[in-house]
């Protein structure tokens, strides 16, 4: 369509129209406010993955290597190992019966020997004859070196 032709069917057009479509002029939009609810948004989600994958991804010990302290059940008392294995048997202590299924608690633990010292009452401190890992230092157990020793069971102070 020709100039001539347009101004005949539009008629009289303001210039300021005219001048104002030539140079095309935008309004430029504020791009503050969308890219702050972009970065808000960020923010979101970054507290929420930091806060919820945590809980999510320990609530099954087997997909991660986190894991629990193992605990067992005793006649009525809860019991934790905080010590390294040992090669040797206190003498004082002796066999009492082998752990069962239920007082294993799901810790592989089922048949270990019980050893108790008489002249503890309480039974405050156990061991099991177990599978485990090998000390490498006085801190530090390597579970993939396994072998089969005496672990302290030491009872919990809350029941």
Not at 139 to 157: E, G, I
Request: with cysteine; aromatic share 10%.
């Amino acid at each position: 369509m020709k100039k001539e032709e347009f101004a005949e069917i539009f008629g009289n057009i303001n210039k300021k129209y005219i001048l104002d479509a030539k140079t095309n002029n935008k309004e430029k939009k504020p791009i503050g406010i969308k890219w702050s609810i972009i970065a808000a948004c960020l923010c979101i989600m970054m507290i929420t993955i930091k806060t919820v994958m945590p809980v999510w991804m320990h609530s099954d010990t087997r997909t991660n290597d986190t894991v629990a302290a193992p605990m067992i059940t005793v006649m009525g008392k809860n019991y934790f190992a905080h010590d390294m294995p040992v090669d040797k048997l206190p003498a004082t202590y002796h066999y009492l019966r082998n752990l069962t299924a239920e007082e294993a608690n799901n810790t592989e633990l089922a048949g270990s020997a019980i050893y108790v010292d008489p002249q503890d009452e309480n039974m405050y401190t156990i061991y099991l004859y177990q599978e485990c890992g090998t000390p490498i230092d006085t801190n530090t157990v390597d579970n993939t070196k396994r072998q089969w020793a005496y672990v302290k069971w030491t009872a919990s102070d809350t029941e």
